[in-house]
């Protein structure tokens, strides 16, 4: 017959869960059992006791797989309360572990994310540091003057490569810019050029600057450029090197009436540039006062003659220095008709004739020549028609015939002065003939209120 | 034997031989053995997991007591036992006679003679 500790080998490990008389109630029901059969089987049987003990045990089974199922029967419930304990932990744990692991990985991004930003950053503030950092180290910068830069400009001829040009002369000027004090004052500098084609025009603020460059032939263009903080500027231009082409050009007035009193007040017509030349991608304007050439000045007054004057200004060389008008040379009458005598040699291009009205006074030293209108300059004594201009074109490589026929506004105004505010309250045109101009007998003419 | 079948009437039995009064494992064993002329041929020891299992659903009581110097547990019905007895007998009883009656109508049918 088995003991006790026969009974119980095929029991779990003792659990600290399990009540402390468990195994001991399971071992002394079954050896109850078996002690019963044993004495009952010995009673009734008989025979020894090894066979009733088989007996016993054949019918009752194996004890020991009986109190392994008693034993769990027992402990079920807890032993499921604690594998529902342990595993509900582990999915705690798990799940923990998932969230722990997720967390770290959207932390890793973020600093990820946030590294990549920061580097971003510090690329965007070298950008910054260096655009506002001067290029090269300016030599005259110093303590005193730390947000100046160096502005210097070059000029040279018809190309980038060309020599240097050293007969412009340069006009700089800083743009007042909201925000930004004007410390310079917006004011023009002027600035010459030395004989490499540079001009230093020294430290200067950080702004949008205005350069505007006169060449030798009295041609201008205009540059604008930003200069920032702390970087040296150095702006290069380049000029036309030689002049436009001379073209022949002479003027006539037809059909001036007889009755026309052009004593005391003659027409004036003077002629204006308007065209530009393209140089290197950059406009150049003329100005109308080419070196070594006279603009004409026609005007038609004294005895009805048909005069050429220039206009007084200090570069010409016919100029009085008394501010009056120089006429220098006569006019002829040929066939009935008002001609100039003289082909004038003027650079070929666009131009607007500007007509106006002046007062005569004869010169008391009479060469033939018209010595003045007033003696007291032109801006007293003359009245531009201004909005009586036209525009026309002095083509290269032949001679140039300028027609003006008279319109009855403007003669009336000159036989009555007093018409020319009547006229001009009245709005009415005065033209000065029409047609074009070109070959040999082209023709201005204009339209337009009289002042 | 179907083992369904038989779970349920092992059972059964057990409640009815505890409810004569207070058992033990072995005499019930033993009373099941020789009132069912030894039909049911079980292991004896498959029936304490029985037993358990009707102590734990409270349909019996075990107390310990101290016999030939040896520890022995005696079982008795509770109250939940003897309702719960009851429930079975009736079952069990109206399960037999719906069984008996379609054997006992087989067997009338074959005893009638035909005409």
Not at chain 1, 137 to 153: N, R
Not at chain 1, 232 to 247: C, F, I, Q, Y
Not at chain 2, 98 to 112: K, N
């Amino acid at each position: 017959m088995m003991d006790a500790r026969e009974i119980t080998t095929r029991l779990p490990p003792l659990r600290e869960d399990e009540p402390t008389s468990l195994r001991q109630d399971i071992v002394d029901e079954i050896l109850d059992h078996l002690q019963c059969g044993l004495r009952r089987e010995l009673l009734i049987q008989g025979g020894d006791e090894a066979s009733a003990k088989e007996r016993v045990l054949s019918r009752f089974g194996d004890p020991r797989e009986i109190a392994r199922k008693l034993w769990f029967q027992a402990m079920w419930s807890k032993i499921m309360s604690q594998r529902i304990a342990v595993g509900s932990a582990l999915f705690s744990m798990v799940v923990c572990a998932v969230l722990v692991g997720m967390m770290g990985w959207m932390l890793h991004q973020q600093q990820l994310s946030a590294a990549l930003q920061q580097k971003a950053n510090a690329e965007l503030m070298e950008r910054i540091v260096g655009l506002i950092k001067p290029a090269q180290p300016v030599e005259t910068s110093s303590d005193s003057e730390p947000q100046k830069s160096h502005l210097q400009v070059k000029v040279t001829i018809d190309t980038q490569d060309g020599p240097p040009a050293s007969r412009c002369t340069l006009t700089v000027k800083k743009q007042p810019e909201l925000g930004w004090p004007v410390s310079n004052g917006g004011d023009a500098q002027q600035f010459t050029l030395d004989p490499s084609g540079m001009a230093d025009c020294g430290l200067t603020e950080p702004g949008r600057f205005e350069v505007t460059i006169r060449t030798q032939f009295n041609e201008l263009a205009t540059s604008t450029f930003t200069i920032p903080y702390h970087q040296d500027h150095l702006e290069h231009v380049v000029v036309p090197g030689k002049m436009p082409e001379l073209t022949k050009v002479v003027f006539r007035v037809d059909d001036l009436p007889d009755d026309l009193d052009l004593s005391s007040l003659g027409l004036v017509m003077r002629l204006r540039p308007r065209g530009s030349r393209t140089v290197a991608g950059r406009a150049w304007r003329a100005t109308g006062r080419w070196p070594d050439v006279s603009m004409p000045l026609l005007l038609l007054g004294k005895d009805k003659n048909l005069t050429i004057a220039v206009e007084p200004e200090s570069s010409s060389p016919t100029y009085s220095g008394n501010d009056r008008w120089i006429v220098p040379i006569d006019d002829v009458i040929r066939h009935g008709k008002w001609v100039s005598s003289e082909e004038w040699l003027v650079p070929a291009g666009e131009y607007e004739a500007q007509f106006g009205l002046a007062k005569l006074k004869p010169d008391p030293v009479d060469y033939g020549y018209w010595n003045g209108l007033d003696g007291t300059g032109r801006t007293s004594t003359s009245v531009w028609l201004r909005k009586n201009s036209v525009t026309f074109n002095l083509e290269s490589g032949k001679l140039n015939e300028l027609t003006i026929q008279l319109p009855d506004h403007v003669s009336m105004c000159i036989r009555d002065q007093s018409k020319i505010r009547e006229v001009s309250e009245h709005g009415s045109a005065v033209s000065m003939g029409g047609g074009g101009m070109g070959g040999g007998a082209g023709s201005l003419g204009g339209g337009g209120g009289f002042f | 034997m179907d083992s369904r079948l038989l779970s349920g009437a092992v059972e059964m039995l057990m409640l009815e031989v505890i409810s004569h009064g207070r058992t033990y494992g072995y005499e019930i064993s033993q009373t099941v053995d020789s009132r069912s002329n030894g039909y049911f041929s079980l292991k004896e020891g498959s029936l304490y997991p029985a037993l358990h299992r009707l102590e734990t659903q409270k349909l019996v009581k075990s107390s310990w007591h101290e016999v030939e110097g040896r520890r022995r547990k005696y079982y008795e019905l509770t109250s939940a036992g003897i309702k719960a007895l009851d429930a079975k007998k009736q079952e069990w009883q109206a399960f037999a006679s719906g069984i008996q009656g379609v054997l006992g109508e087989g067997h009338s049918a074959t005893a009638i003679p035909a005409f």
